[in-house]
Nanobody, 122 residues
Framework: QVQLVESGGGLVQPGGSLRLSCAAS????????MGWYRQAPGKQRELVAT???????NYSDSVKGRFTISRDNAENTVYLQMNSLKPEDTAVYYC????????????????WGQGTQVTVSS
């Protein structure tokens, strides 16, 4: 019953900021990598940013310097602070987590959130 629940999306003007959050819940042993991906209409889903359990980060060149990914391991939550937003940032943003659920196998599984719409427009 593992779920990823996202919040924080919405409509913002160019140059504005949004902070997305994604909380993992359920029978989880440990969460390894977490990340944010986005998909605009007519385009492939693309990487935005990832963060390991030890907080090593990786960013797409298109968002580097504007976005910051972080995580709270105690709360199983990952965040994406988005600053200096541009119209081309408009997309559905998806949270991803690679985690080990409680169970016999103890193998890593890949989970996705439902997606949250971010629209940057004047």
């Amino acid at each position: 019953q593992v779920q990823l629940v996202e919040s924080g999306g919405g409509l913002v003007q160019p140059g504005g900021s949004l902070r997305l959050s994604c909380a993992a819940s359920g029978s989880i042993l440990v969460i390894n990598d977490m990340g944010w991906y986005r998909q605009a209409p007519g385009k492939q889903r693309e990487l935005v940013a990832t963060i390991t359990r030890s907080r090593t980060t990786n960013y797409s060149d298109s968002v580097k310097g504007r976005f910051t990914i972080s995580r709270d391991n105690a709360e199983n939550t990952v965040y994406l602070q988005m600053n200096s937003l541009k119209p081309e940032d408009t997309a559905v943003y998806y949270c991803n987590a690679q985690l080990i659920p409680l169970g016999v196998g103890l193998n890593e599984d890949d989970y996705w959130g439902q997606g949250t719409q971010v629209t940057v427009s004047s």
